[in-house]
C-alpha cells in the first residue's frame, strides 16, 4: 500500500462546478498536511495547508480526519485556471521528519 | 526577488555521461532537496542536506551524488552509473530545522533527457 493515496482522475468539470477530492495516508504518525498545485511542466506550488479543524481560503477548503486517515479539498465555483494537478503531501516524524508526496488528481475545468 | 533557480531548464545527454544541474537559493533556507518526478508518479526524494557539509540519502539515491559547500547552493550529479534518468528534477528549500508546518518551495525544476 503507497504512504498516500490520491484518486489520479482527471476529473472533467464544467466551470461552475463543485469538485472535491480525497487523499488517504497510511501513517498515523503523520503530523502536517498540505495541498500543492503543479500546472503542467511546471513546479509544484504551495496551496494551502491542511489543519485538523478545517481551513477555507477563498474557494477552497481543505479538511483532515485522522480518524480515517484522509485529507480532502474542495473547490467551489471551479474556474478554467483551476485546471491543474493537484498534490496531496504529508510530513509524519518517524525519528526524522520525512515528507511523502502523492502522485496527484488531474483537474480539467471546461467552459 | 527572493527564490530557487535550477539550470538548465532542458538537458540532453548521452548515454554514459555524467551530468551536474544546479540549485541556488537565496531564501535562507538551512534545508534543501532533491525530487525527481516521473509521468503518473508522485514526487521522488533523492537526496537532502540540513545544513551546509551534510547530506543524506533518499529514496532513490542510487546513481546520483550531491554536495552542500555553500548554504545556497546544492547541485546534483546524474552520474552514468544511473539506469533511467530521464526525469523532471526538481530542487527544493524549508527554513525550519525543527520539521515544523512551513511549506517547501521549488525551484522551476530541469528536465534531463538521455539520448
Known amino acids: 500500500r503507497k504512504e498516500v493515496e490520491q484518486d489520479p482522475g482527471p476529473f472533467n468539470v464544467p466551470e461552475g462546478a463543485t469538485v472535491a477530492f480525497n487523499c488517504t495516508y497510511s501513517?498515523?504518525?503523520?503530523?502536517?498536511f498540505f495541498w500543492y498545485r503543479q500546472d503542467c511542466r511546471k513546479e509544484p506550488k504551495l496551496l494551502m495547508s491542511?489543519?485538523?479543524s478545517g481551513n477555507e481560503d477563498g474557494r477552497f477548503t481543505a479538511q483532515l480526519n485522522r480518524a480515517s486517515q484522509y485529507i480532502s479539498l474542495l473547490i467551489r465555483d471551479s474556474k478554467l485556471s483551476d485546471s491543474a494537478t493537484y498534490l496531496c503531501?504529508?510530513?509524519?516524524?518517524?525519528?526524522?521528519?520525512?515528507?511523502?508526496f502523492g502522485a496527484g488528481t488531474r483537474l480539467f475545468v471546461k467552459a | 526577488d527572493g527564490g530557487i533557480t535550477q539550470s538548465p531548464k532542458y538537458l540532453f545527454r548521452k548515454e554514459g555521461q555524467n551530468v551536474t544541474l544546479s540549485c541556488e537559493q537565496n531564501l535562507n533556507h538551512d534545508a534543501m532537496y532533491w525530487y525527481r518526478q516521473d509521468p503518473g508518479q508522485g514526487l521522488r526524494l533523492i537526496y537532502y542536506s540540513q545544513i551546509v557539509n551534510d547530506f543524506q540519502k533518499g529514496d532513490i539515491a542510487e546513481g546520483y551524488s550531491v554536495s552542500r559547500e555553500k548554504k545556497e547552493s546544492f547541485p546534483l550529479t546524474v552520474t552514468s552509473a544511473q539506469k533511467n534518468p530521464t526525469a523532471f528534477y526538481l530542487c527544493a528549500s524549508r527554513a525550519d530545522m525543527t520539521g515544523g508546518v512551513d511549506e517547501q518551495f521549488f525551484g522551476p525544476g530541469t528536465r534531463l533527457t538521455v539520448l
Open positions: 501513517n498515523s504518525a503523520s503530523q502536517s
Open positions: 503531501v504529508v510530513r509524519f516524524n518517524t525519528g526524522g521528519f520525512k515528507t511523502i
Open positions: 491542511v489543519y485538523s
